[in-house]
């Protein structure tokens, strides 16, 4: 069974810093793609950032320049770096996580339980 387990979210004000993590645990060949979506109250979920097995990146614009993003492979955990944060990145973060089964070779999508990330003005 895979899961993923995230850490990291809170209170901070306008300008503050946050880092989340997830790290996904079981059994399975390998990761493909990794990322970040967020979910605003009434708004529908939006892709915040995405690395892919090889590193490349890739950002909304609205957090371009603000949020870094990285992973460890060996940890197979992706991290989140999020400055001069802003009230409107309020949201609950999920982790996301395309994941080779042993066995392969289909990749299946996989959450995490969401943390959630409040910026207060």
């Keep these: 069974q895979v899961q ?9 004000q306008a300008g503050g810093s946050l880092r989340l993590s997830c790290a996904a645990s079981g059994r399975f060949a390998s990761i493909n793609n990794m990322g970040w979506y967020r979910e605003a109250p009434g708004k ?3 892709l915040v950032s995405i690395i892919t097995s090889g590193g490349t990146t890739n950002f909304a614009d609205s957090v371009k320049g603000r949020f ?7 940890k197979n955990t992706v991290y989140l770096q999020m400055n001069s944060l802003k009230p409107e990145d309020t949201a609950v973060y999920y982790c ?3 994941i080779i089964k042993l066995g ?18």
């Design 4 to 12: 993923l387990v995230e850490s990291g979210g809170g209170l901070v």
């Design 44 to 46: 529908q979920r939006e």
């Design 68 to 74: 870094t993003i990285s992973r460890d492979n060996a």
């Design 104 to 121: 392969g070779p289909y990749q299946y999508a996989y959450w995490g339980q969401g943390t959630q990330v409040t910026v207060s003005s």
């Design 96 to 98: 996301y996580c395309e």
